[in-house]
């Protein structure tokens, strides 16, 4: 990651560049006969190697890896993460404990407007748990939630429609 100018009045110039370098090899395998592997590795600049493939929902397996990450999944993720990590901080900017945050997030792929397949809307589905001697209401919570879905970069990013709706 490389930080740019971040002075007033330089809002809309660049603050940060992010890397992901993505490897794949035919390895003998008969690419032009469309029998090949979709397996392949994503690499971060902290050294991280994530096993990737296409998703088995669009490449039939043997030619896809169910175990591994694949671009939808990892959309998903992202945008919860995100998410999440914005939450994490307005809630401790306000004084409320949290001790545990999971999102069971759901991509929804179909055809767009324009025909074409996308990821057409993700629901984050947050369960929070707090502790210590202050505890939002379900109103602010819904506050949070929202000030984190305007503050995420990815959601930011996307066309994709984001829903979140909070688990009790």
Known sequence: MENRDQRPGNENRQLADYTATVKW????????DDNYSRSHTWEF???L?????????????????AENVDPEEAFVASLSSCHMLFFLA?????????DKYTDCAIGHMAKNDQGRMAMIKVVLRPKVVFSGDTWPTMEQIDEIHQQSHEQCFIANSVKTEVITEPVT
């Open 90 to 98: 307005i809630a401790r900017h306000r004084g409320y404990m949290v």
């Open 45 to 47: 600049d902290g050294g």
């Open 49 to 65: 190697h994530v096993p990737a493939s296409a998703s088995p929902q669009i490449v039939p397996l043997p030619k896809s890896v």
């Open 25 to 32: 090899q035919r390895d003998g395998q008969n690419f032009l």
